[in-house]
Structures are given as structure tokens and as C-alpha cells.
């Protein structure tokens, strides 16, 4: 789950972390409201679940009061379109009303939870303000790293060994171990998957101060962060995805016109390889999971149909834990209560598999069988361009 940068700053300074002062802004009023208590000048940041704001005009500077409210009004119900929004952008609904600082030097710093060494590690690095990824790919020897061990937690020395690698001062470079140890807390405390500060400011006072922040939290973590839980903007995600989370099911929308129904990862990635390279685009994934009941899949089908850029659906399930009697149940009360009118290809394999063919077979619905996946995708795409209808 993510969050907006507002949101992460509160919680940084919750554990002794230094941000600038700022408010929160949904009209262009309450942002001068907002300015006014600043002195007038100041930063304006829009509020969206994606990185490149400041390249897609999403980060501007005002001088005054009749700026702020100009500038706000710009800014707030507009489109953002980044390279992580896609063509569709994202509207700004909220503007983050900052003071400006005066910048000496940028760095970045983050901490994400390394799955090859099952530890979480701490990157730091001198380009500050620029995305991780594109340092390490211009610059790798530029990015500094330290793991943490969980029995011990980060330890002093390594705190020091990444300031004197970022060539700080004595002074600041005790004042950079506090907020990375600020930011391990609140790391392992708030279920973190990903906490970053980009940049990590040292202004010419002298002061350190995370000018940006981004923090993701494990989803299978929220039931015991209920008050990170309550963070969660529901503007900012797939209605399609956060009505499939409620039911257990995890959804993923796409780009293409395939829909496609599977039951685990593995599966549900072989799918997609498989379609695109009979020559087909898929539109999404659903997977459904081991335990989904009769109910549950007759649900996952209406959230597959419900993507307008659907024109046929493949179901593609292996039966181990999940039965295909089940499967096939749930695809045939939603095929019949939506009325599918796209082409529906079902191949079935595995515990039941026999009474799930037969319970297709006698449903009266137009559904293609197939038997492998080769032949399940080649039906699927061969109907999306024939245009076959129910």
C-alpha cells in the first residue's frame, strides 16, 4: 500500500525525523490560507501515488499570496501525467503547501527490504533528487549500501561509514545517524516495504531535512496497522484491484483486451507469456487463489467483465487445492447472470476436472473447452480477431 508524501512526512516526524513546515491544500483558498502562515513564499507539491512530479509540472514556486492562488487553482483537478502515471495521468485533488528552503547539497537515502538476503538494507547516495535507478545505472559507484542484521538493528558504525561515504561533516553526520535510525523504526514498526528520502536536504543553515518522502507497507502487515490503513486513498487505486483485495483475490489491470481468470503466480504469469506470444495483449489477471468458494469466483468473473477494454476472457485453472467443479460453478452462474456476450475459453485441469468439464458442457452457455494452454491461448486470440460473439 502506498501513501501521499504528506502523509509519509507526518509519520517521519513522528519518529524524530526532520521535515520542512507545510499543510495540506484541497482549494485554492485554504492554499493561500495555508501560504499566508509561511510568509507568503513557498512550494507548491501536488499529491499523487507517482514519482516525476516535478518534470510533469506537479511541483511549483510561488513568490505571494496571488501566485499561491493562482497557481493552486492550476494545479488542483488537473491531470498529472508522469512516466510512472501512464497517458491516463492522475488528478490532483490535493496540493502539499511547503516553505522553501535554502539547499546546500542533495542526497538520497531509503531503505527497502532486500529479498535475496531476507534483510532490510540502506541506500544512500550523493545524487539526491534523482531517481535510484537512474544513478545506478549512470553512476553505480555513487550508490552506498549497508545491510542490516534484525538480531542487532542498525548499528552506529555503519550509520558513520555511509556519512563519511557521502563526505559529511562531523556534525552532520550525527545528524544523519539520527533520522537513519528514525527511519529503521519506523521501518520495522509500521510493517515498511519501502521508505525513501529523495531528496535528503542539507540546507545552507546547516540543517538535514527530508524535502521529499515515499513510503510503501506490506498489504499482508495491515491488519495489525489499522492506522496506517486508514491512509489509504481509494482515488489513487484501481477500483477494479481494491474490490478484488476485499474479497481475497488479487487483480492486477493490464493494457491489453484479454481477461484473463487464473489460480496462483506462477500460473497466472505463464498465461500471460503464453497469449502474447499467440499474438494477444492480455487486459488483466485475476487470481483466485487455493480456497475461492463457488461465491468468490462468480465475483472475480464480474470484476474481469467489468473492464470495458475486455473483449474475451481466458480461464485457465490448475486444480490442486482449488476444485474445477467449483471453477466451473462460479464461471457458469456468472456467465449466465452478466449475460457474456465475449468469447469465453475455459481449460480445466486437475482434482475434479471431469466434473468440471461436464458442468461446462451442459450449462447451454457458448464456452470454448480446451485442453492445454497452447491451444487455450490460440482459441482466445484466434476469437478476439475473428470477432467471435456469444
Known amino acids: 500500500m502506498n501513501i501521499h508524501e504528506y502523509q509519509?512526512?507526518?509519520?517521519?516526524?513522528?519518529?524524530?525525523?526532520?521535515?520542512?513546515?507545510?499543510?495540506?491544500?484541497?482549494?485554492?483558498?485554504?492554499?493561500?490560507t495555508s501560504a499566508a502562515k509561511l510568509g507568503g513564499s513557498c512550494v507548491l507539491k501536488a499529491q499523487i501515488h507517482a514519482g516525476g512530479r516535478g518534470k510533469a509540472g506537479g511541483?511549483?514556486?510561488?513568490?505571494?499570496?496571488?501566485?499561491?492562488?493562482?497557481?493552486?487553482?492550476?494545479?488542483?483537478?488537473?491531470?498529472?501525467?508522469?512516466?510512472?502515471?501512464?497517458?491516463?495521468?492522475?488528478?490532483?485533488?490535493?496540493?502539499?503547501v511547503e516553505e522553501r528552503l535554502n539547499i546546500d547539497r542533495e542526497f538520497y537515502l531509503g531503505m527497502v527490504l532486500d529479498r535475496a538476503l531476507c534483510r532490510v538494507s540502506v541506500i544512500a547516495s550523493s545524487e539526491g533528487g534523482v531517481e535510484i535507478e537512474e544513478v545506478a545505472r549512470k553512476n553505480p559507484e555513487r550508490i552506498l549500501r549497508e545491510t542490516i542484521d534484525p538480531a542487532v538493528?542498525?548499528?552506529?558504525?555503519?550509520?558513520?561509514?555511509?556519512?563519511?561515504?557521502?563526505?559529511?561533516?562531523?556534525?552532520?553526520?550525527?545528524a544523519l545517524a539520527s533520522i537513519m535510525q528514525g527511519l529503521y523504526r519506523a521501518f520495522v514498526e509500521l510493517d515498511c516495504s519501502l521508505v525513501e528520502i529523495n531528496p535528503l536536504l542539507l540546507t545552507r543553515e546547516g540543517k538535514l531535512i527530508a524535502l521529499d518522502a515515499k513510503m510503501n507497507f506490506d498489504n499482508n502487515a495491515l491488519f495489525r496497522q489499522t492506522e496506517i490503513a486508514?491512509?489509504?486513498?481509494?482515488?489513487?487505486?484501481?477500483?477494479?484491484?481494491?474490490?478484488?483485495?476485499?474479497?481475497?483475490?488479487?487483480?492486477?489491470?493490464?493494457?491489453?483486451?484479454?481477461?484473463?481468470?487464473?489460480?496462483?503466480?506462477?500460473?497466472?504469469?505463464?498465461?500471460?507469456?503464453?497469449?502474447k506470444l499467440y499474438g494477444g495483449e492480455p487486459a488483466n489477471f485475476l487470481d483466485v487463489g487455493g480456497g475461492a468458494t463457488k461465491d468468490t469466483v462468480t465475483e472475480a468473473f464480474k470484476i474481469l467483465l467489468a473492464d470495458k477494454h475486455v473483449e474475451a476472457v481466458l480461464v485457465n485453472i490448475f486444480g490442486g487445492i482449488m476444485r474445477c467443479d467449483v471453477i466451473a460453478q462460479g464461471v457458469v452462474e456468472a456467465a449466465r447472470e452478466m449475460r457474456v456476450a465475449v468469447p469465453l475459453v475455459v481449460r480445466l485441469q486437475g482434482t475434479n476436472v471431469d466434473l468440471g468439464k461436464k458442468i461446462l458442457s451442459e450449462s447451454g452457455l457458448s464456452i470454448i473447452p480446451a485442453?492445454?494452454?497452447?491451444?487455450?491461448?490460440?482459441?482466445?486470440?484466434?476469437?478476439?480477431?475473428?470477432?467471435?460473439?456469444?
Open 8 to 32: 509519509a512526512k507526518e509519520i517521519l516526524k513522528r519518529f524524530g525525523i526532520p521535515v520542512p513546515q507545510g499543510q495540506i491544500a484541497a482549494t485554492p483558498q485554504e492554499a493561500k
Open 230 to 275: 486508514a491512509l489509504r486513498d481509494l482515488h489513487e487505486e484501481d477500483a477494479r484491484e481494491f474490490e478484488a483485495s476485499q474479497l481475497g483475490l488479487s487483480y492486477i489491470s493490464l493494457e491489453g483486451n484479454i481477461g484473463c481468470m487464473v489460480n496462483g503466480a506462477g500460473l497466472a504469469m505463464a498465461t500471460m507469456d503464453i497469449i
Open 153 to 174: 538493528g542498525l548499528l552506529p558504525f555503519q550509520c558513520r561509514r555511509l556519512a563519511y561515504g557521502l563526505q559529511l561533516a562531523n556534525e552532520h553526520a550525527n
Open 371 to 390: 485442453e492445454t494452454m497452447a491451444e487455450a491461448a490460440e482459441k482466445i486470440v484466434r476469437a478476439v480477431t475473428e470477432g467471435i460473439r456469444h
Open 59 to 96: 511541483v511549483k514556486l510561488a513568490g505571494n499570496l496571488e501566485e499561491v492562488e493562482k497557481k493552486a487553482g492550476e494545479m488542483i483537478g488537473s491531470k498529472l501525467v508522469t512516466h510512472q502515471t501512464g497517458p491516463q495521468g492522475r488528478e490532483v485533488r490535493r496540493i502539499l
